[in-house]
């Protein structure tokens, strides 16, 4: 079975701080890994997923099979940052479900 | 990435009644899919809607609780029936495709009182 595990309900930080969200998964196969964003009173949106390495909004993430994380990352965090946050795994082997985290609340504090 | 329109946006049913949530994507679509968000906790998958056959169900959620229609590749509705006050969630559609990955709907808020 997938699972996602996000340890942190809530992480505060200070702007201008960098930010650290942790990720880890479990999954037999390859994963696929996404982080999705939920701004107040918005839907949930796609933030970034590990296969296009992108870096959308300073955030990056990187995928360490050894470790099974998938750590998102900002060097400066910004006031615009505070957010839910979810970490989702897609399976691979078909019907691509996605399996959510429990999510973490950003807070950037001023 | 896809467009999904999903409604109503939120509302308060009777215990013993059911709701439709309605869920209309701007394209054709293979994959849909419907989730629930329980107050505080994760997005949780419901089941998956397939065009042209039976909504593929997770451990957890039948057919007669949550019955979904998918009548083609753009639309699919969600019922939620014979509520209880434990089926206040909110409720989100999503679509899958290859290139934007998944694209959530902005969610049905449902309270039963």
């Known amino acids: 079975a997938q699972r996602v595990t996000q340890p942190e309900k809530l992480l505060s930080v200070f702007k201008g701080a960098p930010v650290e969200l942790k990720c880890n998964y479990s999954?037999?196969?390859?994963?696929?890994l996404f982080w999705y964003v939920q701004y107040s009173r918005q839907r949930l949106q796609l933030l970034l997923r590990?296969?296009s390495r992108e870096s959308i909004k300073g955030f990056t993430a990187d995928l360490n099979k050894g470790e099974t994380s998938f750590h998102l990352k900002k060097p400066f965090a910004q006031e615009e940052d505070s957010a839910m946050y979810y970490c989702a795994l897609m399976s691979t082997g078909g019907g691509n479900k996605l399996t959510f985290g429990t999510g973490t609340q950003l807070k950037v504090e001023l | 990435s896809a467009v999904i329109s999903q409604k109503p946006s939120r509302d308060i049913c009777q215990r013993g009644t059911s709701l439709t949530i309605q869920c209309q994507v701007d394209?054709?679509?293979?994959?849909m899919f419907w989730y629930r968000q329980q107050p505080g906790q994760s997005l949780t998958l419901i089941a998956t809607a397939n065009q042209g056959s039976e909504a593929t169900y997770e451990s957890g959620f039948v057919i007669d609780k949550f019955p979904i229609s998918r009548p083609n590749l753009t639309f699919s509705t969600l019922t939620v029936s014979n509520m209880s006050p434990e089926d206040s969630s909110i409720y989100l559609c999503?679509?899958?495709?290859?290139?934007?990955?998944?694209?959530f709907g902005s969610g049905t808020r449902l309270t039963v009182v």
């Open positions: 999954y037999s196969g390859s994963p696929e």
């Open positions: 590990h296969i």
């Open positions: 394209s054709q679509v293979t994959m």
């Open positions: 999503s679509v899958f495709t290859p290139n934007y990955g998944y694209t």
